[in-house]
């Protein structure tokens, strides 16, 4: 588990000084085993892992695409001749 | 009189008699803001810009001779999660501190068109992330009841607001309890809409899928005047309904109209006996008033802690992947754009932040998403069938809104599951996109009132709205 999880903080592209890093790996280990239980839920009723339709009305729709009226460019700081000034990185 | 303990449609009265005027009003908000400063529930405030509006208004009314609208001059107070156009956008995160956002949300610029008087933005846990309010770069925000206390989070601050007697009203954000919650531990009432009535555009995404903006309010009928006016479709927000707005006012109580259910499985084992008792004592209450309840049965939502933890875990990663010092963030000194991204991260993030972006890339990366964010996403299916099963037989389903009174400052700051914990009753709704509305009842323990959850169907704010009107009027 702590190499996965330090692989992980890898790739968030996080870093944890020394000291703060081993406890930030016992806590992150504890809560993927309080996720393990919904696993062991899962398989007391094992239909819930199999695909579930919805057969119901559903709050959530199909999303849609489509670009509104509004000219959001308007309201971006620093645009000039299509483009936009941001500040110096490196 | 305290002008800031009435009701908004009193407080106009107020105006419309010229016992009040839109300055003194602003002035009044500003002057108890400072004297309760100690509760740190704003991060910025915009008194020039306010009492500038409060003249305008003022000069409007005289010349009109009437108030255009309730909305009309009354100081609204939003969570540092939702954009206000020149103003600063926080987030309560050392990675956004400085960053000012250049549009306003739908919900406000709505506000704003009817004359409403944005003052300040409250404060938060990070990112919205966290349910007491002591994540914030801002620092720990009051209760407003009992300072030794969290105000619940994440919309801690807009909470500690509007119960601290601030302002009348605020916006919030709930992504899986965030509204409900912290109304519930400052007694104040809270609404979470269904997914899609109020436009997200604006407000910064934790979880998408389960984002919402919703009010905080002291009366239903205040909350009722701030939702008729933010809600509906909005093309800048593609999850947003196009489903009408029903006239929400006014509020007519529905008590003996509805059926209502009561399902056990949101009065669990590990609740005090003393809180299940004053909630059973409530519901004999209603019965005795003539309110129709029916025993129902939500057995899949003994799931929702874990699978909204698990998606809403993975969304944060994914949207929270934008901050990465270039568009958004932090300027520091590195020798090349890894360190760069990792140098603005890890300083602008939060542990907790932190924390569940890990879990987050966890659960989504190869090897691991089946495991967990696929049987997230199908328990998540379970749990709607079931909401939508038990409402084929009820028309309201009523719960506790949190297991458990507000809790001491750091009492669970150091026991991440435990924290999770505190949103185990609000989670299952907001997995379901339902509208829940939480309001606080006459029965009190340690001087904190206990509070009940309405749970509605899709778009059944209305519904709700005149139940719980119903039950202010008890």
Same mark, same amino acid.
């Given at each position: 588990m702590e190499e996965i999880i330090k692989k992980i903080i890898y790739l968030a592209k996080l870093n944890f000084p020394p000291e703060e890093l081993e406890d930030f790996i016992k806590e992150c280990g504890k809560i993927v085993n309080y996720f393990q239980e919904l696993k062991k839920l899962s398989k007391e009723e094992k239909e819930i892992c199999k695909e579930t339709e919805l057969t119901t009305k559903c709050p959530l729709r199909e999303d849609t695409v489509k670009l509104g009226?509004?000219? #959001?460019?308007?309201?971006?700081?620093? #645009?000039k001749r299509g483009y936009f000034r941001i500040k110096k990185i490196l | 009189m305290d002008i800031l303990k009435l009701k908004i449609s009193e407080i106009q009265n107020l105006i419309e008699r010229k016992e009040l005027s839109y300055l003194e009003l602003i002035k009044e908000v500003f002057k108890r803001i400072e004297e309760n400063k100690e509760l740190n529930a704003f991060i910025s405030l915009f008194p020039e810009k306010a009492i500038k509006k409060a003249e305008e208004c003022d000069k409007e009314f005289n010349k009109l001779k009437e108030i255009p609208h309730l909305l009309f001059g009354i100081p609204v107070a939003i969570k540092d999660n939702i954009a206000y156009k020149g103003e600063r956008l926080t987030c309560a995160s050392k990675i956004l501190k400085d960053f000012i956002s250049p549009y306003s949300a739908t919900a406000v610029e709505r506000l704003e068109k009817k004359g409403a008087i944005i003052i300040g933005k409250t404060n938060l846990d990070e990112f919205a992330m966290g349910s007491s309010n002591e994540f914030s770069y801002f620092g720990v925000c009051l209760n407003p009841i009992n300072k030794e206390y969290v105000p619940g989070g994440s919309s801690g601050g807009s909470a500690s607001a509007v119960g601290g007697n601030m302002v009348p009203v605020a916006l919030g954000s709930d992504t899986g309890g965030s509204v409900r919650q912290p109304a519930a531990f400052c007694g104040v009432c809270g609404l979470k809409p269904t997914y899609g009535r109020i436009s997200r555009f604006g407000l910064v995404a934790f979880a998408s899928s389960l984002d919402v903006i919703g009010i905080l309010s002291k009366y239903i009928e205040d909350c009722a005047i701030v939702l008729q006016v933010i809600s509906g479709y909005d093309e800048r927000d593609s999850t947003s309904a196009q489903i009408a707005v029903p006239d929400y006012l006014p509020l007519k109580s529905n008590l003996k109209e509805v059926k209502v259910g009561i399902s056990k499985d949101f009065f669990l084992k590990e609740m005090e006996n003393s809180l299940i008792k004053l909630y059973e004592e409530f519901f004999k209450l209603l019965e005795k008033k003539g309110v129709k309840l029916y025993e129902i049965s939500?057995? /899949?939502? /003994?799931y929702g802690i874990y699978a909204y933890h698990l998606i809403a875990t993975c969304e944060a990663s994914s949207n929270l992947a934008r901050y990465d010092g270039i568009r958004y963030g932090l300027n520091i000194e590195a020798k090349d754009i890894d360190e760069f991204y990792i140098k603005v991260r890890s300083e602008g993030f939060g542990k907790e932040v932190k924390r569940r972006i890990i879990l987050g890339t966890y659960g989504l990366s190869k090897g691991y998403y089946e495991e967990y964010y696929g049987i997230g996403i199908k328990m998540r299916k379970k749990i709607i069938e079931d909401f939508m099963k038990a409402f084929e037989k009820v028309d309201i389903i009523l719960a506790p809104t949190?297991?458990?009174l507000p809790f001491k400052l750091g009492e669970r700051t150091k026991d991440p599951i435990m924290m999770y914990l505190c949103d185990i009753l609000t989670v299952p709704i907001s997995l379901a996109g339902l509208p829940a509305l939480s309001i606080p009842l006459k029965y009190k323990i340690n001087n904190f009132p206990i509070s009940l959850q309405i749970i509605g169907k899709p778009f059944g704010e209305k519904e709700i709205l005149d139940f719980a009107y119903g039950i202010e009027q008890l």
């Open positions: 009226d509004r000219d #959001f460019l308007k309201d971006l700081p620093n #645009f | 939500l057995p /899949k939502i /003994k949190s297991p458990t």
